[in-house]
């Protein structure tokens, strides 16, 4: 296969060969860095190769034409729990972390953080992506809120680090929130770090219930007949983003 030999060609002159798989017919890319995944971005605009971002593959599972001329790249090798911080209030983990796992090792320092609570079986890095969403007595409780900063590989191959672990930082838009929900397409989540709480808040969000996970609703957005005004914006945030259209709608 022409697609196979050329990936090969030129990932193997680049990474360590166990960087790249193949599962279930597909050429599959795991980073281990943020430096790793910019330098795969660069190149596969260089060579024209359209990339899929697949996380732990939950959501989606990448099988079918649409995506045999894709590489997916998969972030389980980026799985580390980065840092916890009792004082400051806040938890940092790769974005290939399990979402469920952060509340057992939250609770070695009686700390909680809502949405690992619930029964997502993504990584943090899938769940700020695809924009998990909670509601707890009638009100929306997205993950984004809890979202304070990440570290992030755009489109184009830049490693950027929006937002701020202090409790107030600049004025202004927070930029980080652009990408909850992005599906993947505006850039890779390699980390993320989320405001926690004391434990003995955990009985407030005993009630919560999390939100049924819906792509469709986002891609709505991306279409071209879509006139609504957040539409136009998105439109015009993910050509912003991603000019070379490496990551594209699949």
């Not at 697609?3 to 599962?23: A, G, V, Y």
């Not at 209030?89 to 953080?113: Q, S």
């Not at 992030?152 to 927070?174: H, L, M, N, Q, R």
């Amino acid at each position: 296969m022409v697609i196979k030999t050329n990936i090969e060609n030129w990932l193997t002159d680049e990474f360590p060969s166990d960087r790249l798989t193949w599962q279930k017919g597909l050429p599959t890319f795991h980073p281990e860095s943020a430096e790793e995944a910019s330098r795969l971005i660069k190149l596969a605009i260089k060579h024209a190769q359209p990339l899929y971002l697949n996380g732990f593959g939950n959501n989606i599972d990448p099988v079918g034409e649409k995506f045999e001329h894709c590489l997916l790249v998969k972030t389980d090798r980026l799985n580390k729990l980065l840092e916890i911080a009792p004082e400051d209030f806040y938890v940092k983990a790769g974005g290939g972390y399990p979402l469920k796992e952060l509340n057992k090792r939250l609770a070695e320092n009686d700390l909680y953080f809502p949405h690992s609570s619930l029964p997502y079986v993504g990584s943090v890095g899938g769940a700020v992506a695809v924009g998990l969403s909670a509601e707890l007595h009638d009100h929306d409780l997205p993950i984004k809120k809890y979202l304070i900063s990440a570290e992030i590989v755009t489109a184009d191959g830049e490693i950027i680090t929006p937002g701020s672990v202090c409790f107030k930082s600049v004025s202004g838009y927070d930029i980080v929130k652009i990408f909850s929900p992005s599906w993947g397409l505006l850039g890779l989540v390699v980390s993320a770090t989320f405001r926690v709480m004391p434990v003995s808040g955990e009985l407030d969000f005993k009630a919560m219930k999390m939100r049924e996970v819906n792509r469709k609703n986002f891609l709505a957005g991306l279409e071209e007949n879509n006139t609504d005004t957040s539409a136009i914006y998105s439109r015009k945030i993910k050509n912003k983003f991603d000019p070379a259209t490496v990551l594209p709608v699949v």
